[in-house]
């Protein structure tokens, strides 16, 4: 009795070891297999019959294998189908949307990169979308030999403080023009007047002053010809020039 006895905890301790090794084994390839309880059932079975010779050891030595072997697989108290349940699962990746560039005024420039919006259709621009030239005040009237704007002119100022206005970010220089009515010395003086005459204007109406500049070329750049009434009219105008 006392043989059988020492055999069935020297078994017990066999049984222990190799059912964790089967544990280990088994698990490393497929956590949920059963040939983890079921190895140390056969390992406790095997072990007893080696240490007697009795039957009923021989059950007994399997079903203590069999727990021991189960209670191995266990991990921190819960079963592996329990640990695997619990595992968290990844979210699926969602497609990244890339927005599309957009030309709102059509001047091969993106909206994003585009410095002056609203340029006219065919206007030549640089990298920036921004032509030469930002507007030209066509047909502003001054006062006789006076660098004072007529107050008719208000509506076509206006419009060049909206140009300023949508192309914020960038410089202007004023550039002042004059018919070639006069010396040209007289010329070159009242065109930088009513130069920084419509910079006032435009510093009046919230325009940053440090944004604008002024000059006056008198009557050296005509666009029309002076021998008549309507390209004289056309020669005395102001350009809004974008300062790179």
Known sequence: MQHN???LILVTAVTTMMAGCS?????????????????GAALG???????????????????????????????????????????????????????????????????????????????????????EVLMTLNG?????????????SARIMDQGVAALNEAKTVDIHIEGHTDNIGTEEYNQKLSERRANAVRDYFVSKGIAAARLTAEGVGESRPVASNTTADGRSENRRVELHVRD
């Open 5 to 7: 006895i020492i055999r």
């Open 23 to 39: 544990n280990y084994v088994v698990r490393t390839s497929d956590p949920n297999s059963p040939f983890c309880t079921l190895g």
């Open 45 to 131: 079975g095997g072990s007893t019959a080696l240490a007697s010779a009795g039957g009923p050891v021989i059950v007994g030595g399997v079903m203590l294998g069999a727990l021991i072997g189960n209670y191995i697989c266990s991990s921190d108290g819960k079963s592996v189908e329990q640990v695997a349940v619990t595992t968290p699962r990844p979210e699926p990746q969602r497609p990244v949307e890339v927005a599309r560039d957009v030309d709102s005024d059509n001047d091969g420039v993106v909206d994003r990169l585009d410095r002056c919006p609203n340029t006219p259709a065919g206007s030549k621009v640089n990298a920036n979308g921004c032509p």
């Open 140 to 152: 502003m009237n001054f006062a006789f030999d006076s660098s004072v704007i007529d107050s008719q």
